[in-house]
């Protein structure tokens, strides 16, 4: 991988912070942007701006093609079957939702289960709670161990035939785990359940296959993959899709509309009412080309390496304390200093012109587990270096010599 003509991509990280070269390590929360999906979004204003599936005219044809034409590619990106399982959505947060709203009600009852895990993100977390709530399922967690890694045996000691629905991140956005999303798919399938899988975290650094993982569902945004932002997807199977009923009603999800009743589109259009996300389309599917010209293979594996070298780095520190496993790790660093709040330790390597997140990271449940109430987190991507993590490790010296 070409470090430097990756880094001159993205014009953001020409910048100084507090008179220093900005290293950028808050990817997790959201991925920095090439000049390539810069330009496709700008383009898209500047010539093609119209709306959708509605207008004869050129400009309509072509937003229409440039927007179908995204769905396509990101069908092609994970593997999906056809374009049609891909439904545009704000991004997984609002993809999450969806299949909790509008699936979960459909197939669950007093009684039925809900297996999640403890280390979910709140966006995979709330809304499997709240519809328990609502159908009187029961909310089980398959047990972590005590690097934070959930193992096959637990999955299959936690999923039963009253399982109706297994939701999982493929990748925990705290603990830099990834998780054997195919073994459990085949128990979740093997006790008539469906596995929704939160993709947030893994399809911007890993190649990712729907149909190879047995994914029923699965969610990604579009901003954490050199994407814009607002613009995400749900990929789910057809036959699933088309079961389901929608919960946003208006323009272009309809079929008929009558006084008293109305028919709805088929999938995806059903899903998709109102003025869709077309910029953010058009900036999804530059971001996905710029990927693919990376390629995803090669990113995974520098993430790779640059996650051991910042886990052997960091644990260098005296009285720093690192989170997850020291194996089947991504580019997801977490950790504390000794005595020093995360905010702090994130407001003084901010001074150095290192960028890292501090908080619980969506993840309370995650942060009582750890028996801590929050952690600073460096996260990786496709443009950090070797020298970035140095500098994280000089100013986290630093930051323990400054509270000392």
């Given at each position: 991988m070409n470090s430097q003509w990756i880094k001159e991509?993205?014009?953001?990280?020409?910048?100084?912070?507090?008179?220093?070269?900005?290293?950028?390590?808050?990817?997790?929360?959201?991925?920095q942007k090439p000049r390539a999906v810069i330009d496709a979004i700008k383009h898209y204003y500047e010539w093609d701006n119209a709306n959708v599936h509605r207008g004869v005219h050129t400009?309509?044809?072509?937003?229409?093609?440039?927007?179908?034409?995204?769905?396509e590619k990101v069908a092609k990106f994970i593997g999906a079957k056809r374009p049609e399982e891909i439904v545009f959505t704000r991004g997984t947060t609002t993809a999450l939702n969806l299949v909790a709203s509008s699936y979960g009600p459909s197939v669950l009852s007093e009684g039925d289960e809900i297996v999640i895990t403890q280390m979910e993100h709140h966006s995979n977390f709330i809304p499997w709670q709240q519809l328990a709530l609502r159908t009187g399922a029961t909310l089980k967690f398959i047990p972590l161990e005590q690097d934070g890694t959930v193992t096959v045996e637990a999955a299959e000691a936690t999923i039963t035939s009253a399982t109706k629905i297994v939701a999982i991140a493929y990748v925990s956005n705290v603990m830099g785990v990834v998780h054997p999303i195919k073994q459990i798919a085949d128990i979740a399938h093997r006790h008539g359940a469906v596995i929704v899988v939160d993709g947030a975290q893994s399809t911007p650094h890993l190649k990712v296959d729907v149909q190879e993982l047995g994914c029923d569902f699965y969610t990604l945004s579009g901003h954490k993959m050199c994407g814009p932002t607002g613009i995400g997807a749900l990929y789910g199977k057809k036959a699933l899709l088309d079961s389901m009923s929608p919960i946003e009603f208006g323009g272009e999800m309809i079929d008929d509309v009558g006084l008293y009743e109305s028919t709805?589109?088929?999938?995806?259009?059903?899903?998709?009412?109102?003025?869709?996300?077309?910029?953010?389309?058009?900036?999804?599917?530059?971001?996905?080309?710029?990927?693919?010209?990376?390629?995803?293979?090669?990113?995974?594996?520098?993430?790779?390496?640059?996650a051991a070298y910042a886990m052997d780095r960091?644990?260098?520190?005296?009285?720093?304390?690192?989170?997850?496993?020291?194996?089947?790790?991504?580019?997801?660093?977490?950790?504390n200093l000794l005595d020093v709040h995360p905010h702090d330790v994130a407001t003084v390597l901010d001074s150095f012109g290192v960028a890292v997140r501090a908080g619980h990271h969506c993840c309370q449940p995650l942060m009582r587990w750890l028996n801590v109430s929050s952690t600073a987190r460096a996260s990786l991507y496709l443009y950090n270096t070797e020298q970035d993590i140095d500098r994280l490790a000089s100013a986290l010296v630093q930051t323990k010599e400054y509270f000392a």
């Open positions: 991509q993205f014009p953001i990280l020409n910048q100084e912070i507090n008179g220093h070269p900005l290293v950028y390590l808050d990817s997790a929360a959201t991925s400009l309509g044809s072509r937003a229409t093609d440039a927007y179908e034409g995204a769905r709805w589109k088929d999938v995806p259009a059903r899903f998709e009412g109102g003025t869709p996300i077309i910029a953010g389309a058009v900036g999804l599917a530059a971001a996905i080309d710029f990927l693919q010209e990376v390629g995803m293979d090669e990113i995974e594996r520098h993430e790779r390496t640059l960091l644990s260098q520190i005296d009285g720093i304390n690192i989170y997850g496993p020291n194996e089947r790790h991504v580019g997801v660093v977490t950790f």
